[in-house]
T-cell receptor
Framework: GENVEQHPSTLSVQEGDSAVIKCTYSDSASNYFPWYKQELGKGPQLIID?????GEKKDQRIAVTLNKTAKHFSLHITETQPEDSAVYFC???????????FGTGTSLTVIP | KAGVTQTPRYLIKTRGQQVTLSCSPISGHRSVSWYQQTPGQGLQFLFEYFSETQRNKGNFPGRFSGRQFSNSRSEMNVSTLELGDSALYLC????????????FGPGTRLTVT
C-alpha cells in the first residue's frame, strides 16, 4: 500500500515568518493530496488540496506544491499567525475511493 | 449547512465488550469513511461506505465492522474490545467516492479499561 512520510515532526516559527512542511509518497498511482489542520480536541479540517494534474495551488496565505517525478508535495504557510498553531497532516489517495493514507503529522507552533 | 456529527463524543468500555459508534454525514454527502487515530499509529483508514456498500477496507481485524443506511448515516461496531482499541475514532463524509474532499467530524474518544 501507499506510504506517506512527513517532515518535520515539530516546527516553531516566529509570527510573520513562513512555515514549510514536506511530504513524500511511494505509490505513483496516488493522484489526490489533501492537507488537514487539527486543533486540540477537534477533528482534522481540510485546508487545501491538490490533484496530480496540477503543480501548485494557492489559497490566500496557504499554498501547496506537487512534484510528481520526485513523489513529494509541500505545504507553505506565509505570514504565520498564532492561530496557525496546530497539527498539520498531509495525505495521499488513489482512484480507488476515499481511502486516504496520512502522514504522521507536524506540530506547528507560531510564537507571537 | 451542518457539519459531520458523531455520537457519542466520549465512551468508556471494558475489555471484551462491544461498542457502536454513529456518524451523520453532511447533508447530501453519500460517502462515509472511518479512521482510527492514536498517538502511536497516527491516522489509519478503517473503511469507506458509499451508497450503502463498503467500497474500501483498511488493514484492521474483523472485529471492526461498519454499515451505512439509506440516509447515508453510518455506524461502526467494534466487538470484543481490547485495550489497544482505545483511540479517537473519526468519521469523514464526502460528496462522492473518488478520491474527493473529505470533511471530518469531531470524533468519538473511546477508552477501553
Amino acid at each position: 500500500g501507499e506510504n506517506v512520510e512527513q517532515h518535520p515532526s515539530t516546527l516553531s516559527v516566529q509570527e510573520g515568518d513562513s512555515a514549510v512542511i514536506k511530504c513524500t509518497y511511494s505509490d505513483s498511482a496516488s493522484n489526490y493530496f489533501p492537507w488537514y489542520k487539527q486543533e486540540l480536541g477537534k477533528g482534522p479540517q481540510l485546508i487545501i488540496d491538490i490533484r496530480s494534474n496540477v503543480g501548485e495551488k494557492k489559497d490566500q496565505r496557504i499554498a501547496v506544491t506537487l512534484n510528481k517525478t520526485a513523489k513529494h508535495f509541500s505545504l507553505h504557510i506565509t505570514e504565520t499567525q498564532p492561530e496557525d498553531s496546530a497539527v498539520y497532516f498531509c495525505a495521499a489517495s488513489t482512484n480507488t475511493g476515499n481511502q486516504f493514507y496520512f502522514g504522521t503529522g507536524t506540530s506547528l507552533t507560531v510564537i507571537p | 449547512k451542518a457539519g459531520v456529527t458523531q455520537t457519542p463524543r466520549y465512551l468508556i468500555k471494558t475489555r471484551g465488550q462491544q461498542v457502536t459508534l454513529s456518524c451523520s454525514p453532511i447533508s447530501g454527502h453519500r460517502s462515509v469513511s472511518w479512521y482510527q487515530q492514536t498517538p502511536g499509529q497516527g491516522l489509519q483508514f478503517l473503511f469507506e461506505y458509499f451508497s450503502e456498500t463498503q467500497r474500501n477496507k483498511g488493514n484492521f481485524p474483523g472485529r471492526f465492522s461498519g454499515r451505512q443506511f439509506s440516509n447515508s448515516r453510518s455506524e461502526m461496531n467494534v466487538s470484543t474490545l481490547e485495550l489497544g482499541d482505545s483511540a479517537l475514532y473519526l468519521c469523514a463524509s464526502s460528496l462522492r467516492s473518488g478520491p474527493y474532499e473529505q470533511y471530518f467530524g469531531p470524533g468519538t474518544r473511546l477508552t477501553v479499561t
